[in-house]
């Protein structure tokens, strides 16, 4: 795991005074959307397909600083759309940083270069770099050629300049074990923080719906990759959810511990679900019938998510929530998970047929799955 130990100890702190409250339903970190507009149209992404209108329109930067406010999590995490696209963009990350709130601001990288002048490094900030595999897998996830070259170099730059830098990226069926291993060691030379990795959520509106993996393939994907992991790799998420990928432990959504506000307002009930708007952080919290979600509910739209939004809180509440799960999770930070080859099941792991192309963007190749 490699977390600042600052923003580690912010959350402690924060975890224990929602305690003390009796609050057992609080925020871990706010999913900030002042925009929806991006400079990429990816094959799989839910978020981009609203009317041009909506597209055309951005939060002010004082609605972002209510939210932050209002809800009062230690971490914010700037997705989108690409935020650098917001026209004050960095009066937003300076009023946040201001709070002493950890920001994530999630990017494509495209315009983070030429944009770095404009930013100061603060341990408060972190730019979060949307990297979904190898070169050629990256490229064909985002639909265009070339975007993996730029962001590997903005990257470079960030870290000349004195920033962190983490990356982000979401697996689909496509993905190749072995090709992302090396991916991670390419990634890890880049001397970035940590890496986060997550499997896609399947949009409803995403343009691709024949791509995003079931829990199962999840599962059998994950144990792949990340069986004996060297210690090099260094992953910005707790390694009960690592092991929670793998399905070496059970974990329930909490999608309240990721709340998300946006153009339209406080989204029920999570980042990835669309089902109406709170006005308030407190009527979001209050009035959300929190039980028709995540995969115990039985709601078809949660039976196959594994995203980290709604399962990262759940491995804090995991790992703070018993003497048992502190000790576990320490051994798990500490030593790892158990030394072992890849279950042998994971060899049904099928071999997909090739993604389609999108915006002109040739198909892949099928990728040669032998070992």
Not at 27 to 53: D, S, T, W, Y
Not at 188 to 197: C, H, N, S
Not at 234 to 239: E, I, L, V, W
Request: charged share 20%.
């Amino acid at each position: 795991m490699s977390v600042p130990v600052g923003q580690m100890l912010a959350v402690l702190r924060h975890i224990a005074v929602q305690r003390l409250r009796g609050n057992s339903r609080y925020p871990l970190v706010l999913m900030l959307e002042p925009l929806f507009r991006c400079n990429l149209a990816c094959g799989g992404c839910g978020k981009i397909q609203h009317p041009a209108e909506i597209l055309r329109s951005h939060l002010p930067p004082e609605r972002c600083f209510a939210a932050v406010d209002e809800c009062g999590a230690p971490i914010v995490s700037i997705p989108g759309g690409e935020p650098l696209l917001h026209p004050q963009i960095v009066e937003i990350v300076e009023g946040i940083v201001a709070r002493r709130k950890y920001l994530y601001l999630c990017t494509n990288a495209l315009k983070l270069e030429e944009m770095l002048p404009r930013f100061r490094p603060s341990p408060y900030l972190a730019f979060s770099v949307h990297l979904d595999g190898p070169q050629v897998e990256h490229d064909h996830a985002v639909c265009r050629e070339g975007v993996y070259d730029v962001a590997v170099s903005a990257i470079r730059a960030a870290r000349r300049a004195g920033f962190r830098v983490t990356t982000n990226s979401t697996l689909f069926t496509d993905a190749d074990p072995q090709r992302h291993r090396a991916f991670f060691d390419d990634v890890m030379a880049l001397g970035v923080e940590g890496m986060m990795i997550s499997p896609g959520y399947p949009y409803a509106k995403a343009p691709d719906q024949d791509h995003f993996l079931p829990r199962r393939q999840s599962q059998t994907l994950f144990r792949r990759l990340l069986a004996d992991a060297p210690r090099r790799w260094k992953f910005n998420q707790s390694p009960v959810f690592l092991e929670f990928l793998k399905g070496a432990w059970d974990l329930e959504c909490r999608p309240w511990g990721t709340p998300t506000y946006n153009l339209f307002g406080w989204q029920r009930p999570c980042y990835l679900l669309d089902e109406g708007y709170a006005e308030t952080f407190r009527e979001l919290m209050e009035e959300t019938d929190w039980d028709r979600y995540g995969r115990a509910s039985g709601n078809p739209k949660c039976a196959n998510c594994m995203v980290h939004c709604g399962y990262e809180p759940a491995a804090v509440e995991a790992t703070f929530g018993s003497l048992g799960g502190l000790l576990a999770t320490a051994r798990l930070a500490i030593f790892g998970p158990p030394r072992r080859a890849a279950a042998a099941e994971d060899s049904s792991l099928p071999c997909p047929a090739p993604l389609p192309g999108a915006n002109g963007f040739p198909a892949l190749p099928i990728l040669d799955r032998a070992g």
